[in-house]
């Protein structure tokens, strides 16, 4: 095999492949990226039994063939080469990397022993890029990242006609966001349990370039895939079934405040410098205040008053801190609602663009209140 490309072509593509290589691969060979050079590209696969990558790269091809060769290292190299054009070339069992005067030789791994590439499944239909990214960047924060519940590690991903749900939840807070998409079907409904941090990797990866494929199996292969802009990500569902949390979301809420959604998260960091671990920060709502407070006793103390629109009776919650901020940092709105049914139950968070009228509802974020001793 020989062929020659761009370094920084390359570097990007042996790059993207490599993020889907597993730091401890159950098989040797599955540390390795396959590059394919043939008619004009150059094609980079990535597995590791749960998930695949693969996409190509136009090249100046001398010799069609196939090689198997470290991911991690032919990553680490590429990024340090000089910006010239890359020769490419195998010699035996050994790959030889060149550069203008720098010359990487690397061992070859036996490609038969690569297990074959899951393919594609049929279309689901396609979403903008750009609106799933942002969509699974809200709700992944909720997701949890303990692995003795493999469940709660996923993302559901709910496609019902014309729009995708995506659901998370880590026991103490939850998060939905609804996305508009065109399904290849127009009466689709069907579900999807993916790991959040496989979808964070496509959202960040493939979000951006225009509209994203999903592609979901219809047979008992457990497989989803996303395309976009040239690149094909694969991955397993998740096993089990996910907790029915959308009865969570309160169907009534008789209390609602209005703040600032930039001031509010600039003063709960604030306040929080002196909240112990596993400390909360107070919120008194009042009818145009809103007083946060963290730390008692001797210990250190903060306060803080921004301006609040109150709709109901005076309420008085306390959040932890990491998961308000968490929820306040991707309402895309000048505003936040809080809806309470109650001060010991679930406070719901949605974003709002205007000071008065109603909620945006694309967007929910539940948490937890923390019990104020009595």
């Known amino acids: 095999m020989k062929f020659r490309v761009e370094r920084d072509v390359l570097t990007e593509a042996v790059s993207w492949a490599a993020r889907s290589l597993s730091p401890r691969p159950p098989v040797p060979v599955l540390s390795g990226l396959l590059l394919k050079a043939h008619d004009g590209v150059v094609s980079l696969s990535s597995f590791d039994y749960e998930t695949s990558a693969r996409l190509e790269i136009p090249a100046e091809i001398g010799a069609e063939g196939t090689i198997l060769v470290s991911g991690r290292l032919l990553a680490d190299i590429c990024r340090s080469l000089p910006a010239a054009p890359v020769d490419v070339e195998t010699d035996g069992s050994k790959v030889t990397l060149t550069c203008r005067r720098s010359s990487f030789h690397l061992a070859t791994m036996p490609e038969a022993e690569y297990p074959p590439l899951p393919g594609l499944p049929p279309l689901t239909g396609a979403v903008s ?73 496509v959202a960040k990866t493939l979000g951006g370039s225009g509209e994203l494929n999903i592609a979901l199996a219809d047979d008992d292969s457990r497989l989803i895939g996303f395309e976009s802009g040239g690149r094909t990500t694969t991955s397993l569902l998740v096993d089990g079934d996910y907790p029915k949390i959308r009865s969570l979301f309160p169907e009534s809420t008789p209390i609602h405040a209005i703040v600032s959604t930039q001031e509010l998260v600039e003063a709960v960091r604030r306040v929080s410098l002196v909240a112990e671990r596993n400390t909360p920060v107070r919120l008194a709502f009042s009818d145009g205040l809103v007083a946060l407070d963290a730390g008692t006793g001797e210990d250190a103390q903060a306060s803080e008053e921004l301006e609040a629109q109150l709709t109901g009776e005076d309420i008085t919650v306390a959040f932890n801190p990491h998961y308000l901020i968490e929820g306040l940092s991707v309402i895309e709105a000048p505003y936040v609602r809080f809806s309470f049914t109650s001060a010991p139950k679930p406070a719901m968070l949605t974003a709002q663009k205007e000071l008065e009228g109603d909620d945006e509802i694309g967007y929910r974020y539940l948490v937890m209140p923390v019990r104020l001793p009595n």
Do not use: C, H
């Not at 519940?149 to 103490?172: N, Q, S």
């Open 129 to 201: 890029g750009d609106a799933f990214a942002r969509g699974v960047a809200q709700v992944i924060i909720a997701a949890s990242k303990d692995d003795t519940l493999p469940i709660l590690t996923g993302v559901r991903m709910e496609f019902e006609d014309e729009l995708i749900t995506l659901l998370a939840t880590d026991r103490y807070r939850l998060a939905l966001r609804e996305i508009p998409w065109k399904p290849a079907s127009p009466s689709v409904s069907t579900s999807a349990l993916v790991k959040a941090k496989t979808l964070n990797e």
